[in-house]
């Protein structure tokens, strides 16, 4: 999407031929900063500390980072680390290991002198990929937002409200939760996006409010709390978010706090919809409570926030005591039967194995229980 009129992609290879280049997104949205990933231990810095994130980026740049990896060296066990290394970074966004999976065999039954150039094609490959998948995804949800505002008379402004990033930033473009909106924001259709805060991390506040604004699509930002208030006045007449990971019976891992809009939404008959590229489904688990890893991290993201002072300096401040335990809850799972539907590239489907397995009868495994 584009940033002040020029066009970007969130990760893309480096003009010299070597290296994989980043939006550093712990920067934004005070700054924007692009910065060179060189070596595998860069790309798996990266994904950890969240210069890049979001499920569909994060499998990107597992992908960029296998590239990285074999530089010099493309035997067997150089790959076999690589696989470690980056599979360790983030626990719970399934692309990551979808990524890896795709890239090691095809590498593996090379030999090692065309390994390097086949893992920068791959890699290239699943980031055009990406933008094919959500772009599909925005052209299936854009008739969600066209019927909304057809109930609506085909006035005043159709209220769209997402949580966390699940825009062009968390992929390689388009976004997916956003995809959509920016589809009906280029129809001419009066799109207004609530934008959840989303604490701890605020990717609501500081990146997609950044994407929206830079993009010129209107938006407000709230705090965590007021979407339910929203919901019970009619103002918010679709929910769109992302996922990191949904089951194969339709359960969506989405980040903390998703849970809590579905219930809102469901409680006050607003439409709750998932986007959802297929690389997110995790075609080996059915019970997303029970079986999704959900990542914790570090207290410090509870008890400090990060911005900027009214004289223009970025700093960090603690928000609460000294001594009071923070816990760090990532991510959170929705069960299927608060969703309304999935939209994937392929179409809209019940969040169900039957929705799933009709858009995806190619891809369904039998074991997920
Ligand atoms: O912790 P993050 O910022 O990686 O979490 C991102 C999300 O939860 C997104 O909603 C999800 O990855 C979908 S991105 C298209």
Partial sequence: MKVDGTPYRSIWPAANGQDAEIIDQTRL????????????????????????????????????????????DASDSRIAEAYDVLYATRPTAVNLRWALDDMRPRLLVLPESERRAAAWQRAAEICDEDVGINS????????????????????????????????WLA????????????????????????????????????????????????????????GGHLMQHGQVDLCITGTDRTTAHGDVCNKIGTYLKALAAHDNGVPFYVALPSPTIDWTIGDGVREVPIEQRDATEVSQVYGRTPDGRLTTVQIVPDGSACANYAFDVTPSRLVT?????????????????????????????
């Fill in 29 to 72: 949205p005070h700054e924007f900063v692009t910065t060179s990933l060189k070596t595998l231990d860069d790309a798996a810095r990266a994904i950890k500390d969240m210069w890049v994130r979001g499920a569909p980026l994060i499998g990107a740049t597992a992908a960029y980072g296998m590239a990285l990896a074999i530089r010099d």
């Fill in 136 to 167: 599909g995804i925005g052209d299936h949800g854009l008739p969600l937002i066209e019927a909304a505002w057809e109930r609506k008379g085909r006035s005043g402004t159709v209220n769209v409200l997402t949580h966390c990033n699940a825009g």
């Fill in 171 to 226: 992929t390689v473009d388009w976004g997916t939760a956003t995809s959509p909106i920016y589809k009906a924001f280029e129809k001419g259709i009066p799109v207004h996006v609530w934008v959840d805060e989303t604490r701890p991390r605020n990717q609501g506040a500081g990146l997609t409010a950044w994407e929206l604004n830079h993009h010129g699509v209107p938006h407000t930002v709230i705090v965590d709390n007021v």
């Fill in 341 to 369: 539907g999935l939209i994937t590239e392929r179409g809209v489907c019940v969040a169900s194995a039957d929705g799933l397995a009709g858009l995806f009868p190619d891809r369904v495994q039998s074991g997920a229980a």
